[in-house]
């Protein structure tokens, strides 16, 4: 389960396969990290397969999961997006889109045969990906003189921190890749801390 500073989403692209009655639907799953992406893969694969009757699609974005859309691209209301957007959900995916594209039989489905093959492709094409976890991490900037190296670096070892970048000098700078659960935690050690000082460019970063 994803928790506060984690999310669930798929690691690669995928595909999967439902037939019925001379339909083909095609499932695609990508990982998509913003609306441009998105946009930038709809693209290609209506492109890539141009002579389908139809391509609907859904996607999940955001760390909470809270931007999403489901498209029925010409099938009737809601037989088409939203039984695919319901497997991305019943995952608790996020940064997920998944299109089905469909080719027609010449024998219609009707709205629930429409539902289990849109739901049924989607779920396959989920299947054969791989879900994992990914932490939401904040990057935190520290200055100190070099005399306090060794503080520094046993807070980084203690707290198991990732160094981003850094520069070692008179006047040292890092920055700390740090989870969202213990970024509190930290910048009230390093706000304890004798000659370091937290500088600004920190930012939200989902990775």
């Known amino acids: 389960m994803a928790t506060h500073d984690t999310y669930l989403t798929i690691r690669t692209s995928s595909e999967g396969l439902y037939k019925e009655r001379g339909s083909k639907f095609f499932a695609l799953a990508r990982p998509v990290s ?114 306090f190296i060794n503080t520094v670096m046993r807070l980084v070892k203690a707290l198991s921190l990732n160094i981003e970048n850094q520069e070692m000098a008179e006047d040292c700078r890092i920055t700390l890749r740090v989870r969202l659960g213990i970024a509190d935690e930290l910048k009230n050690l390093l706000g304890q801390m004798k000659g370091v000082k937290m500088i600004k460019g920190a930012k939200i970063r989902n990775v």
């Open 34 to 147: 913003n609306g441009e992406n998105v946009k930038s893969i709809l693209q290609e694969l209506k492109k890539k397969y141009y002579d389908a009757n139809h391509h609907c699609y859904a996607y999940v974005l955001g760390p909470k999961g809270d931007q999403y859309r489901a498209s029925d691209d010409g099938e009737p209301g809601h037989s088409g997006g939203d039984p695919i957007l319901g497997q991305i959900r019943t995952r608790n995916l996020t940064n997920t889109l998944v299109v089905v594209v469909r080719y027609f039989g010449g024998t219609k489905l009707g709205i629930p045969g429409l539902i289990h093959a849109y739901k049924s492709a989607a779920s396959n094409a989920l299947d054969n990906n791989h879900i994992f976890k990914k932490e939401i991490t904040e990057l935190i900037n520290i200055q100190f003189d070099y005399q």
